[in-house]
């Protein structure tokens, strides 16, 4: 491994500098990612296609000095390989075929077959080899929640008023498809690893919109499942494990101990305050305003330079947005970012 900055920074040992990689780094910011989408001739073709998954997985490293490639793929391919039958409505976002809404529906839903999602481990495998030991790979999944959000609702939705009428009225069907969920990703991460990811993240995108007692008991509860059962080492090394919930700032405590060694923050919450809370149980990852892209070149230094200042000395950071690079995102700003943070951060993790 050429730079295993992100992987140590991860397990709170000593980096040469704080590592950055961004969400969404491999996206339609980038015009060379839009041309190699334009030629598979959709989202779902170009993700289900190991060889141009890993072709947009490398793009933007070939622009910037990242310290970690991300999987290119998303994060309801669990679902799909349920045979929900997904798709992508022009201008709507993703869509299912079959919700899942009542107890028939539950009782007929099967875990995840993995025979359906080999196109993602052929792409893990193909990408792992093509990077050569330049920086660490991250596989991924959605967490069993923000699966079971989708799956409920047919789609994206606004105020999750079909899955939280399940969660208060038939709070048994919502555990059964988390539970469910929950075998799925632990098989479906393993199975990442397996073909080559080096750490792995869960992305808890609405875990954020439930209420305090309905985010331990429907969404963290089963991130702990998740964990407990993803493998822990493979290569000689700790396999690491991030852990983001968007707006999940209440919950940092009782997030720490879930069983990743890393929680990913948005930008709602300032990082050394979350530092003070979770201490060293925790590396923390974030937590950049993805708008603050939009600023010019030297603001966007002058806030890389107050969020690694807010973190202070020591081990333990990973530097990220606090969500989705945006697609409106002039790509000069980010290798703008990547440079600014590896320039004022030379030296702090050892401390």
């Not at 959709?42 to 933007?60: G, R």
């Not at 330049?134 to 105020?159: H, K, N, Q, W």
């Not at 697609?327 to 050892?350: D, F, I, W």
Request: aromatic fraction near 10%; charge should be neutral; include cysteine.
């Amino acid at each position: 491994m050429k730079n295993d900055n992100f992987l140590r920074a991860l397990l709170r040992e000593p980096t040469d500098y704080t590592p950055i990689w961004i969400m969404r780094q491999a996206g339609r910011y980038l015009p060379e990612y839009n041309a190699t989408r334009k030629k598979a001739g959709s989202f779902l073709a170009l993700a289900k296609s190991p060889e141009l998954a890993c072709e947009v997985t490398l793009q933007p490293l070939e622009r910037f000095a990242l310290d970690a490639a991300i999987l290119f793929s998303d994060i309801l391919t669990i679902p799909d390989a349920m045979g929900l039958g997904l798709y992508f409505a022009e201008g709507e976002g993703p869509k299912f075929e079959r919700a899942v809404r009542t107890e028939e529906d539950v009782k007929r839903l099967p875990t995840a077959d993995m025979g359906e999602l080999r196109y993602v481990f052929d792409a893990v495998s193909l990408i792992r080899k093509s990077l050569a030991g330049r920086v660490p790979l991250i596989g991924f999944s959605g967490s069993p929640f923000t699966l079971a959000c989708y799956m409920v609702e047919g789609g994206s939705s606004d105020d999750f008023r079909l899955v939280k009428s399940m969660l208060y009225s038939r709070p048994d069907l919502l555990h059964a498809i988390l539970e469910k969920n929950t075998q799925s990703v632990i098989a479906y991460l393993n199975a990442q690893i397996a073909a080559g990811a080096q750490a792995v993240m869960v992305f808890d995108t609405w875990g954020g919109a439930l209420s305090d007692a309905a985010y331990r008991e429907f969404s963290l509860a089963y991130a702990k499942k998740v964990f407990a059962g993803v493998t822990r080492a493979a290569e000689g090394r700790t396999v690491p494990r991030v852990f983001f919930t968007k707006g999940g700032g209440l919950w940092l405590e009782a997030m720490a101990d879930c069983g990743a060694d890393c929680l990913g923050l948005d930008w709602t919450i300032d990082i050394g305050a979350a530092r003070g809370r979770v201490g060293s149980r925790v590396a923390l990852q974030g937590n950049m305003d993805p708008n603050v892209l939009f600023a010019p070149p030297q603001a966007i230094e002058a806030e890389a330079k107050r969020i690694l200042g807010s973190f202070g000395r020591g081990p333990g950071h990973v530097f990220n947005l606090g969500h989705g690079v945006s697609q409106h995102t002039p790509p000069e700003h980010v290798g703008a970012l990547v440079e600014a943070v590896h320039k004022h951060s030379l030296g702090a993790s050892k401390a």
